[in-house]
């Protein structure tokens, strides 16, 4: 029962923090400024709006059965009550009204009309509180004749309830406002934090972030700052490291390389300059996977003119690409142009053509990337994501590589906060779906 309940509130909850907070200070508030309202509306205020109307219609009441039993008094008897109470009276036989004049969603005319009702009777009286700003209408009729009545609202009901839902009202609304702002102050710290690490997580290095907010959320940012530091010291430090090692590993092998030059067994020295040639490339695989998270500023992209460029490059008939629609995201253009060229190669090396068609969502954008090439077993499309994996069978994806091209691949693209999957290929080959966050 409970958990239902549960999952219900948090489906009607809101999901932002700040939002959450809102409801929390201002129902209470607002809870409390009903539970007065009603409590005065209930006992005071309608008791008080009865016992004024019954007042009212009793002196009605009474001038009636005045005008009735001493006719010859009348005009002294309704001056004193003008000068007094601030009644208008007149008798007339005109016609009595047929149409109500009531307002039916109304307390003042809805206490009105009960106690009229109960004193008069039905069909007997009329009245109207809407006709004039300051004045209620009444017209009672008495046998022939028609007494019409013309009284102060103050009379039918009491001229403080505006007063008294303003100085209910105004305070909350003011107290509300002020929650407002204290609560986007407090919750702008956390929205910072969690747009920094959200940037970090995709490979950006936040190096403007400071700390901000209530001492909780101070430590939380400064904790979340010197993990990155220590990210990134790291990050340096192996790319330092293998391209200290890269330097290491080249000279001896240009040494080799000028040795074998000089070798007199040409059959010798030329298959032993393919393997240290294939040793220089593997090399340069290793320091490419390495540097993927190389520092790079995040910028805003035209996927259409990467492309483009991406086919001006590559200078093959046999890459077609449909980049129609104009699409701009956000992220490091080197990187992603590294990945949608190795993505490409790979199809124009085990393939005859490649076929891109970049697509614009509402808050993605989605590049299709298809070849006629052999393909990869639906089994291993997890398997050739791992660094150092190899394909042994129709179709390998780095012939003089060490596996590492499609790790780079979905590193670069899972880093700007998108996806990677693979497929089959409307034309038998391997479909290459990316997809980029705007």
Same mark, same amino acid.
């Given at each position: ?48 709006? +009865?016992?004024?109307?019954? &007042?009212?219609?009793?002196?009605? +009441? ?5 005008? +009735? ?10 001056? &004193? ?12 036989? %005109?016609?009595? *009204? ?53 009284? *102060?609202?103050?009379?039918?009901? #009491? &001229? ?23 609560? !986007? ?17 995709? =490979? ?24 990155? !530091? ?21 000279? *001896? ?20 300059? +393919? ?21 790079? #500023? ?32 956000? =992220? ?30 509402? %808050? ?10 052999? =393909? ?10 791992? *660094? ?46 990316? &997809?980029?966050?705007?």
């Amino acid at each position: 029962m409970f958990s239902g309940f549960n999952k219900i509130l948090k489906i009607i909850l809101p999901k932002r923090l700040f939002y959450r907070a809102l409801i929390i200070v201002a129902a209470p508030t607002i809870l409390l400024q009903l539970i007065i309202t009603i409590v005065f509306y209930d006992s005071i205020w309608i008791k008080a709006n +009865k016992n004024t109307t019954r &007042s009212l219609v009793a002196q009605l +009441k009474t001038i009636e059965e005045i005008y +009735k039993n001493d006719k010859k008094n009348l005009d002294f008897f309704t001056d &004193s009550y003008k000068n007094n109470f601030n009644f208008e009276i007149g008798i007339n036989q %005109n016609e009595f *009204p047929q149409i109500s004049g009531e307002r039916k969603f109304s307390p003042m005319d809805r206490s009105l009309r009960r106690e009229l009702k109960s004193v008069f009777g039905n069909n007997n009286y009329w009245f109207s509180t809407s006709k004039f700003k300051k004045a209620v209408e009444i017209k009672i009729k008495s046998e022939k004749d028609v007494i019409e009545f013309l009284v *102060p609202k103050e009379m039918v009901s #009491t &001229s403080s309830v505006r007063l008294f839902v303003l100085w209910t009202t105004l305070p909350s609304i003011v107290l509300i406002v002020i929650a407002l702002i204290f609560l !986007k102050n407090q919750t702008r710290p956390l929205v910072k934090l969690a747009k920094a690490a959200e940037r970090f997580g995709k =490979g950006d290095y936040v190096n403007d972030f400071r700390p901000s907010g209530a001492q909780e959320i101070r430590k939380a940012a400064y904790e979340f700052d010197r993990m990155a !530091k220590r990210i990134n010291r790291h990050l340096n430090q192996r790319s330092e490291m293998l391209s200290g090692i890269s330097h290491d590993l080249r000279t *001896p092998l240009t040494r080799l390389k000028l040795q074998l030059a000089m070798l007199s067994q040409k059959d010798l020295s030329k298959n032993m300059s +393919k393997d240290i040639d294939e040793m220089e490339k593997m090399l340069n695989d290793y320091l490419q996977f390495a540097k993927t998270q190389a520092q790079e #500023t995040t910028i805003d992209i035209n996927l259409n003119s990467l492309f483009d460029e991406i086919y001006k490059n590559f200078n093959n008939d046999n890459l077609r690409i449909n980049n129609s629609e104009v699409i701009i995201i956000k =992220g490091r253009p080197v990187a992603l142009k590294r990945s949608f060229e190795n993505v490409i190669q790979n199809g124009l090396t085990y393939g005859k053509k490649v076929f891109v068609n970049l697509q614009k969502f509402s %808050n993605r954008a989605m590049i299709i990337i298809d070849d006629d090439g052999p =393909g990869i077993p639906e089994d291993q499309f997890k398997n050739v994501f791992k *660094p150092f994996f190899r394909l042994d069978k129709s179709r390998s994806l780095n012939k003089s590589g060490v596996g590492l091209g499609l790790a780079i691949v979905e590193d670069i693209i899972n880093s700007h906060g998108g996806n990677i999957q693979l497929g089959k290929s409307q034309f038998s080959g391997l479909q290459v779906k990316i &997809s980029l966050p705007f």
